[in-house]
C-alpha cells in the first residue's frame, strides 16, 4: 500500500505523456494499479490548457496495449500449466492474482471467443487479466491488438473526458465511475448480441477461425 501510494503522489507530480503511457502499461499488465488515477488527472491537466486531451487519450491507449501485450507474450510461450502454477505462487498473489483469477478469465475467453478481448477491457476484474487465455490458445496477434485497443480506446475516452470535464468535482467523478462499468457491461451485452446477429461469431468464435 505504501508502495502503491508513493507511486501515485510521484504519478501526480510528474503527469505528462510518458507517465500516462508507462502506467497505464502497468495497469494493462498482471500489476494491480487503477486506471481511474491514471488518465482522469492528466484529463484535468489538459482541461488547464497543460496537456491535450487527445494525446493523453492516445498515450493512455498505447500503454494499454503494450500492458496487454506483455501479459499476452509469456502466456503464449510458456502454456496454460506453467501459467496456471505461476499464478498461484506467493509474487501472484501479492499482486492479486490466483489461480481462480486466471480461470474466470479464461472461461470468458472461451464463452465469447477473440472478441472477449475487446467486452474484456471494458469489465472490471476482467480487464487485466483477458490478454492471458488470448496467449494460451495462441490468438492471432494482428487481432489481440486491433481488439484490445478498440476496447481500450472506449476506456480512455471516457476516462479522458470524465477527468477533462469533472475532476475538480471528485464525488461526481466517483459516482460516474460504477454508472460506466454498469453501461459498459450493458454495450458489451449489446455489441456480442451485434456480433451473433451479423453472424460474425459462430460458437463463441469468429467465421474465420
Known amino acids: 500500500m505504501e508502495l502503491f501510494t508513493d507511486i501515485t503522489d510521484w504519478y501526480m507530480l510528474n503527469i505528462n505523456y510518458v507517465t500516462v503511457a508507462l502506467l497505464m502499461a502497468v495497469e494493462s499488465s498482471f500489476i494491480p494499479f487503477p486506471s481511474e488515477i491514471v488518465v482522469p488527472p492528466a484529463g484535468w491537466k489538459a482541461a488547464s490548457g497543460e496537456l491535450n486531451i487527445f494525446l493523453v487519450i492516445l498515450c493512455g491507449i498505447a500503454g494499454s496495449i503494450i500492458g496487454a501485450v506483455f501479459n499476452y507474450c509469456p502466456a503464449l510461450k510458456l502454456g496454460r500449466p506453467l501459467v496456471y502454477r505461476l499464478a498461484d505462487t506467493k509474487a501472484a498473489h501479492m499482486m492479486l492474482i490466483d489461480s481462480d483469477s486466471v480461470q474466470k478469465a479464461e472461461n470468458y475467453f ?12 471494458l469489465i472490471p476484474g476482467i480487464r487485466q487479466l483477458i490478454s492471458i487465455p488470448a496467449g494460451l490458445v495462441r490468438m492471432n496477434l494482428r487481432d489481440f491488438i486491433f481488439f484490445t485497443a478498440l476496447g481500450s480506446a472506449i476506456w480512455n475516452i471516457v476516462l479522458g473526458v470524465l477527468g477533462y470535464f469533472l475532476y475538480l468535482e471528485k464525488d461526481k467523478l466517483n459516482e460516474y465511475y460504477g454508472e460506466i462499468s454498469i453501461f459498459f457491461v450493458i454495450m458489451g451485452i449489446c455489441f456480442i448480441l ?16
Not at 472461451?110 to 477491457?121: A, D, E, P, V
Not at 451485434?194 to 474465420?208: H, V
Open 194 to 209: 451485434y456480433m451473433f446477429s451479423k453472424g460474425f461469431i459462430i460458437n463463441g468464435k469468429t467465421e474465420e477461425d
Open 110 to 121: 472461451n464463452k465469447y471467443g477473440r472478441i472477449s478481448t475487446f467486452i474484456g477491457r
